[in-house]
C-alpha cells in the first residue's frame, strides 16, 4: 500500500468519525499530522437519501396540507436533512418536474396541487 493510499484512508477515517462523533479523533489527527496532512473542516453530508421518485413524494405529501410557498417547501426539505443551498436547488427542480407532469400549479408565489 502506498503511502498516499493510507493518508487518504486516514483522511476518510478522521471524517467518518467526525460526521459520525465516534471515539479516537486525536489518535488519527495526529498521524495525519506526522504524514503531513493538512487538516482541514470536513464537509457535511447528506443525511437524507431518497430513492426513485422520493423527494416528489415527499413535497405531493406536504402539499396535501395546503399550498406552500417555496421558502416553505425549502424550510421542510432543511429539517430532513438537506442544507439549505441543496434544498433550493432540489425544491426548484422537483417543482418544475411536477408542474410539467400537471401535478402542481403555482399561483403567484403558492405552490399547490393541481389534482
Known amino acids: 500500500m502506498s503511502d498516499e493510499t493510507i493518508t487518504i484512508a486516514l483522511a476518510q477515517l478522521r471524517a467518518k468519525i467526525i460526521r459520525e462523533r465516534l471515539d479516537g479523533l486525536e489518535h488519527v489527527e495526529a498521524l495525519l499530522k506526522l504524514r503531513g496532512y493538512e487538516l482541514r473542516p470536513v464537509p457535511r453530508k447528506n443525511r437524507v437519501s431518497y430513492r426513485r421518485n422520493g ?40 417543482m418544475t418536474s411536477l408542474r410539467e407532469i400537471g401535478w402542481v400549479e403555482e399561483r403567484g408565489r403558492v405552490w399547490r396541487l393541481a389534482i
Open 55 to 94: 423527494l416528489r413524494r415527499y413535497v405531493v405529501h406536504l402539499l396535501k396540507d395546503g399550498p406552500k410557498t417555496h421558502g416553505e417547501i425549502v424550510a421542510a426539505l432543511q429539517l430532513r436533512g438537506l442544507g439549505k443551498r441543496s434544498a433550493a436547488d432540489q425544491a426548484k427542480g422537483v
